[in-house]
């Protein structure tokens, strides 16, 4: 059986859903990475920056753009040193200016994706995957790639058939 890895950052807090601000007690993509573990097992892995982004959604976007314009790798407080072990990794993060967080690119670009398969999960209110696919087979060299998944965000917690269903098809 295939060992999954699920690689996520999400942001709790002040998010955009449906064209205004709410707080979010837990981030639309932590909610789909939890999806994915129940219906295919696996491993959960939470990016987190050592530096906070803004807890003011607007504030956390200025820097987010800031971020992708110096193609920034904020620190993060914790790394995985190696996927080895893992067959499947499903990279999970919301869209931030056409892609993931930069900080998802500073674990991911520390890996050897050789004979992985990845899959992106993309939350987003409008965006869609973005380029986080192209983005995604320009940094995990040697991977093979399964079929991506956008869900909006303001559906994330009522997504999980969709989720799950998506899946169990690329595990």
């Given amino acids: 059986m295939a060992k999954n890895l699920i690689i996520y950052y999400s942001r709790k807090g002040q998010n955009y859903v449906n064209g205004g601000i709410k707080t979010l007690a837990k981030g639309n993509t932590e909610i789909c990475a939890e999806f ?13 920056t050592v530096k906070e982004y803004a807890a003011d959604y607007y504030a956390c976007i200025d820097d987010a753009k800031a971020e992708l314009q110096q193609k920034a790798r904020p620190e993060l407080k914790n790394y995985l040193d190696s996927i080895a072990e893992y067959d499947n990794v499903f990279i999970c993060g919301p869209c931030w200016w ?3 967080p930069m900080a998802m690119f500073t674990q991911l670009e520390k890996l050897d994706w050789n004979g992985k398969k990845v899959m992106a999960l993309m939350t987003h ?3 869609g995957l973005g380029s986080c ?5 320009r940094v995990c060299a040697g991977a093979a790639f399964g079929e991506g998944l956008a869900v909006h965000g303001a559906d994330a917690s009522k997504s999980e ?4 269903s998506w899946a169990k098809a690329q595990a």
């Fill in 161 to 164: 058939n969709k989720v799950a």
């Fill in 125 to 127: 209110e409008g965006s």
């Fill in 98 to 100: 056409g892609t993931y």
């Fill in 133 to 137: 696919e192209r983005d995604l087979k």
């Fill in 36 to 48: 994915i573990q129940k219906a295919v097992g696996g491993d959960l892995f939470e990016i987190e």
